[in-house]
């Protein structure tokens, strides 16, 4: 088992910067690829970012590519979300998961067996 806790959310407004931590316990940290995913009210979860096991490759959604960095601190047992130049659009509650890395498809959330409780951010305009 992994267990996930986020912290750092909060209201930003936009065009401001936050930055979302994740920190895991439980199983080897460095064996999970980490992502981010969010959910607004009434939509569908959908993926934001994910880094794999040793933070060398990284993936975004195109909603927030160049606008939100992902890193991991295997060291820390934590990942990382920071997030700048936030719209309105990015309100939702952020949720971090961690998956085996022996599972494809890094950017499905079906693909990650363990969920954080999430995280609101709210976005003034």
């Known amino acids: 088992q992994v267990q996930l806790v986020e912290s750092g959310g909060g209201l930003v407004q936009a065009g401001g910067s936050l930055r979302l931590s994740c920190a895991a316990s439980g199983r080897t940290f460095g064996n999970y690829d980490m992502g981010w995913f969010r959910q607004a009210p009434g939509e569908e979860r959908e993926f934001v970012a994910a880094?794999?096991?040793?933070?060398?490759?990284?993936y975004y959604a195109d909603s927030v590519k160049g606008r939100f960095t992902i890193s991991r601190d295997n060291a820390k047992n934590t990942v990382y979300l920071q997030m700048n130049s936030r719209k309105p659009e990015d309100t939702a509650v952020y949720y971090c998961?961690?998956?085996?890395?022996?599972?494809?498809?890094?950017?499905?959330?079906?693909?990650?067996?363990?969920w954080g409780q999430g995280t609101q951010v709210t976005v003034s305009s």
């Open positions: 998961a961690a998956k085996s890395m022996a599972v494809r498809a890094i950017t499905v959330a079906m693909s990650y067996a363990y």
């Open positions: 880094i794999t096991t040793s933070g060398g490759t990284t």
